[in-house]
T-cell receptor, first 115, second 117 residues
């Protein structure tokens, strides 16, 4: 079984400032890691994923995340946010050995970008 | 492809009524998932199918909930009878089952916002 903890439920940030969203996971098996974004009244859209290889992963819209196996973390960062980044962000994991991409989600972090 | 399509986008119903949510997965995907999103419990997996066969329904909260996938291009989630605590956003997602890593992604629909009054 896996669990995902997003340490911040809400993160207010000023436009053009950097932001970091924290994610820690627990799993008895090897996992793939994902960050999804949900804009208001929309579905979930994949930002980026870590499958293997380089621990620094770059995604869409200028986001990146770093996988740290020893700390079981997968924090998401953006060096300069825009108003349009206001959304809820979800960290998720899936079992590497399982087919089908069944996801376990964290509780989400709501990002509010202020002008 | 138009992506995962869910209908309706919004549903308001009275307690005790039957509710049916619909999902059309991306063509060629052989896994389909139903998730529920609430403020209290976040995003939780209800049930998922592989090649139209239910694999794990342990997340289905009660017998009032049922899901079917009669063919590769259509699935339903039914609640009967509905209760106010079923109010939530219900998402459908689909993916390939291959372990080829480039296929490691689940695609989500826009969701159905259900309100039971």
């Amino acid at each position: 079984a896996q669990s995902v903890t997003q340490l911040d439920s809400q993160v207010p940030v000023f436009e053009e400032a950097p932001v970091e969203l924290r994610c820690n996971y627990s799993s008895s098996v090897s996992v793939y890691l994902f960050w999804y974004v949900q804009y208001p009244n929309q579905g979930l859209q994949l930002l980026l994923k870590y499958l293997s290889g380089s621990t620094l992963v770059k995604g869409i819209n200028g986001f990146e995340a770093e996988f740290n196996k020893s700390q079981t973390s997968f924090h998401l960062r953006k060096p300069s946010v825009h108003i349009s980044d206001t959304a809820e962000y979800f960290c998720a994991v899936s079992d590497q050995a399982a087919a089908g991409n069944k996801l376990t989600f964290g509780g989400g972090t709501r990002v509010l970008v202020k002008p | 492809d138009a992506g995962v399509i869910q209908s309706p986008r919004h549903e308001v119903t009275e307690m005790g009524q039957e509710v049916t949510l619909r999902c059309k997965p991306i063509s060629g995907h052989d896994y389909l998932f139903w998730y529920r999103q609430t403020m209290m419990r976040g995003l939780e997996l209800l049930i998922y199918f592989n090649n139209n066969v239910p694999i794990d329904d342990s997340g289905m909260p009660e017998d009032r909930f049922s899901a079917k996938m009669p063919n590769a291009s259509f699935s339903t989630l039914k609640i009967q009878p509905s209760e106010p605590r079923d109010s939530a956003v219900y998402f459908c997602a689909s993916s390939f089952g291959s372990k080829v890593r480039r296929n490691t992604e689940a695609f989500f629909g826009q969701g159905t916002r259900l309100t039971v009054v």
